[in-house]
């Protein structure tokens, strides 16, 4: 199946948005923002919002 030009300019942008929220929640991650806005769990509902309610946020702790 080939795709138009239309569609294939469409798919691209899809993936560039989803890069863009990608960036956006590793970001959040490295800012300690795991759940609310702007944080990890919201990138990953704007990008997969069938995944609501989900997604459990376990940070990663280490021994200081």
Do not use: H
């Not at 294939?8 to 929640?25: D, G, K, Y």
């Amino acid at each position: 199946m080939t795709m138009t030009e239309e569609q294939v300019s469409a798919r691209l942008a899809q993936l560039e948005n989803q890069q863009a929220l990608l960036t956006r929640a590793l970001a959040a991650a490295l800012e300690g923002k795991w759940t609310g806005a702007g944080s990890v769990e919201a990138f990953l509902y704007a990008i997969s919002p069938e995944m609501q309610g989900q997604v459990q946020p376990d940070p990663p702790t280490y021994p200081s």
